[in-house]
DNA sequence: CATACTGGTTTCCTAAAGGAAAGCAGATCA
DNA sequence: TGATCTGCTTTCCTTTAGGAAACCAGTATG
């Protein structure tokens, strides 16, 4: 805490964290990814399930599905049932961020906690 | 995969983490805390080391660095020198962001590599 | 035949994110 | 006395995110 003051800063190994970073939130970037996804790892859900759990309206959930599609975290499956029903799954690529959203979701637990405390007191 | 459909998803333990995410989210949101949070996790530095080092413009910085000091991320030190200087430095509570920040870095460095193997395939 | 469900799309709108550039006060340096 | 650095702020602008509501085709079901 007491005089930490640095090294230049430029050219270091943080900008390859950066770099990281910057590649990773531009896949999870917005409100929407993260809880698409987890609620995805709850089981295979419809269109409609998903709109009604999350809350999220139908324009952005078709939006955001059509993203997590593109990057290999979520598939479309097309069930010739009569009538065709569809089911949104997560690939076994989405497997991979699951230390991203246990952490972060671990975070934001003990983070409201710590608010509400605050604001009681 | 096959054949994972689902209990109905609505008042289940998914809207807990659903909830836990989005506040973590509403801390983090943005293209900028999450870089600024690991400059400073290299130690503290000036309004223009950071501005220069992340290439964010002043604009949002200013921006940044206060809700990031609203939420007790960041601090902000004005040293009596002559002149004055100030540095930014991160609190102890920025810390617990570690897992984050250190998961989040990992998929996006593995995930940018995955995505140079495709597209060079 | 009417109603209702699914899986979306479309349109309209507002608000927020974010960049570019200029400016500004205070101090220092040449 | 200019020029230059710092730590910002201000203005102007474009893009994106996101919500609300309506709508639509296809398939039921009553």
Redesign the interface.
Same mark, same amino acid.
């Not at 930490?4 to 430029?10: A, D, I, R, Y």
């Not at 230390?99 to 409201?112: P, Y």
């Given at each position: 805490?007491t005089e930490?003051?640095?090294?230049?800063?430029?050219g270091?190994?943080?900008?390859?964290?950066?770099?990281?970073?910057?590649?990773?939130?531009d896949?999870l970037?917005g409100?929407w990814k993260?809880?698409i996804i987890?609620?995805l790892s709850? @089981?295979?859900?419809r269109f409609k399930?998903l709109h009604?759990?999350?809350g999220i309206t139908p324009k952005m959930l078709s939006k955001e599905l059509k993203d997590l599609e593109m990057h290999e975290l979520v598939v479309r499956n097309v069930y010739s049932t009569n009538p065709v029903s569809i089911?949104y799954?997560l690939t076994?690529y989405a497997a991979?961020?699951r230390?991203?959203? &246990?952490?972060?979701?671990?975070? @934001? &637990?003990?983070?409201?906690a710590r608010?509400m405390k605050k604001t009681t007191a």
């Open positions: 805490m930490n003051h640095h090294q230049p800063l430029e270091k190994e943080c900008h390859k964290h950066l770099l990281s970073v910057r590649d990773a939130l896949v970037n409100k993260i809880p987890i609620a709850f @089981g295979n859900y399930e009604r759990a999350i089911e799954s076994p991979t961020l230390q991203v959203i &246990e952490s972060l979701d671990k975070w @934001g &637990e003990q983070h409201r608010v």
